[in-house]
């Protein structure tokens, strides 16, 4: 990129962010609206080693300034070097990158600690909420979990639609929500669903990845309102409705 990553760079080298460049290998497009990337890490992984919903900012050049995204590696693969990341693609600098991507191409990117608790005890039932922006996320939760029967709710104006959910029909229970009232309706349906779904569960996980208005609140019913313990909530906001 040639230039500095501004203060938002000084905040994450004060967090012990460590930079690396990504070097693009190839890209295709999964649906209209999602392509995937795939890159070589720069060493990164030899360094870092992985974890489940292991992500990276990327740092985008937008008219001229830095721009920093978070994105979840896809099949990180050590030995290789190399890993893919997923875009939901709309308007903004990270998408136009996305959709020119070609072979050659590089991306710096600095890592952060991003680690994962595994739930313990394990999880009797998974609730699991997200979008197509936390969908690489929600994959990799899913493949960490283990066993646990999980109720998914994915939150997409399009449904599924060819998008790369890697649900298992006999254990996952998937509920697409269309996107409706800036998240309201998502949240009026998971509110309605959850009593009866909990009622057994004596080791509830709850793992929340929407826009962050919708996450907040979806973290205070869970963590207020129902009272589950915030060890057990699992919370971040992975965009920002405009």
Not at 84 to 110: M, N, Q, V, Y
């Amino acid at each position: 990129m040639g230039q500095g990553h501004g203060w938002e760079g000084a905040v994450l080298k004060l967090f012990r962010g460590k930079d690396f460049v990504f070097t693009v290998t190839g890209a295709e497009d999964v649906t209209e609206h999602y392509r995937r990337v795939r890159l070589t890490d720069g060493g990164m992984l030899a360094a870092t080693g992985v974890h489940p919903t292991m992500w990276v900012r990327l740092w985008f050049d937008n008219a001229g300034k830095p721009h920093q995204r978070a994105y979840t590696l896809v099949d990180p693969d050590p030995a290789a070097g190399t890993f893919s990341l997923e875009f939901a693609l709309h308007e903004g600098c990270a998408s136009d990158w996305a959709r020119a991507a070609k072979p050659g191409d590089t991306i710096e990117a600095t890592v952060q600690g991003t680690g994962f608790t595994d739930p313990d005890p394990a999880p009797s039932h998974v609730l699991a909420i997200g979008d197509t922006a936390s969908l690489p996320a929600l994959n990799s939760l899913l493949g960490a979990v283990g066993s646990a029967p999980t109720t998914i709710w994915f939150e997409s104006a399009e449904g599924l639609d060819g998008l790369p959910l890697q649900a298992d029909p006999d254990r996952h229970d998937v509920r697409t929500v269309p996107r409706l009232d800036k998240g309201a309706h998502l949240v009026a349906q998971v509110k309605e669903a959850v009593p009866d779904l909990l009622k057994d569960a004596a080791d509830p996980y709850v793992w929340i990845a929407c826009d962050t208005a919708t996450t907040r609140a979806l973290a205070a019913y869970f963590r207020k309102e129902l009272a589950l313990p915030k060890q057990r909530v699992n919370a971040l906001g992975y965009w920002r409705a405009a």
